[in-house]
């Protein structure tokens, strides 16, 4: 039987992730966001730190690291509904009439169009609240390729700007520049904690 590894030091750390950036460990075309840790935070005890999801090249905003494995593993199982939220702009303006539209589409969940690597699927239901004509913010729990920016060209929009702002009940700290981090706080870390039976 393997035995899990067990880190020599914990690291819970949030990044403000910068467009342009992608989350895997290499990458031939652009920077990757390890790129911003030294190397005794990357690997403690033989464990790896890693993103807890991850974020397209031209997404920014709140990312989160951790080489806790079993944490990360319960955030991002879908059966585990761990909110997102995320702050869009879009390319064409909704008109107050047609915002409801959009919100009851998105509740019920939606038919996703295929997209690269990812066929055509179904959505589970998302929650839009419009802060003006062509910006709103979404809530997701599921963590689907591309997933906001099919939502919206199923309903017929697309997305120009999206920055994740929300993840488990952290939010992100606004002072981290693009591509800044920090450790999180206890009470940042007490949010994340695992229901007690799963660790």
């Known amino acids: 039987m393997r035995h899990r590894k067990i880190p020599g030091e914990y690291f819970y750390f949030m990044m403000n992730k910068k467009a342009g950036e992608v989350c895997s ?5 652009h920077r990757t966001v390890y790129e ?9 005890g033989g464990v790896k730190l890693h993103s807890v999801g991850r974020l397209d090249a ?10 806790d494995g079993k944490l990360s593993d319960y955030l991002t199982r879908p059966e585990n509904r ?17 915002q409801k539209n959009y919100r009851d589409a998105a509740e ?5 169009p295929p997209e690269k690597k990812a066929p055509q699927q179904q959505s589970a239901g998302a929650v839009i609240k ?7 913010e979404i809530i997701l729990t599921e963590g689907k390729f591309h997933e906001v920016k099919r939502i919206f060209r199923a309903l017929g929009n697309e997305v120009v700007y999206l920055k994740r702002i929300k993840f488990a009940g952290i939010i992100i700290d606004e002072k981290l520049s693009p591509g800044e981090w920090r450790e999180l706080t206890p009470e940042e870390k007490q949010k994340l904690e695992i229901p007690s039976g799963l660790r």
Do not use: M, P, R
Request: net charge negative; aromatic share 12%.
């Open 82 to 98: 761990i909110e997102k939220t995320y702050f869009v702009q879009l390319a064409s303006s909704v008109s107050f009439e047609e």
């Open 58 to 67: 031209d997404t920014e905003g709140l990312l989160l690291f951790t080489n």
């Open 36 to 44: 911003h840790f030294e190397e005794k935070q990357l690997v403690s």
């Open 108 to 112: 019920k969940g939606l038919l996703l």
């Open 130 to 136: 419009w802060l003006n004509e062509k910006e709103c």
């Open 25 to 29: 460990t290499v990458s031939d075309s």
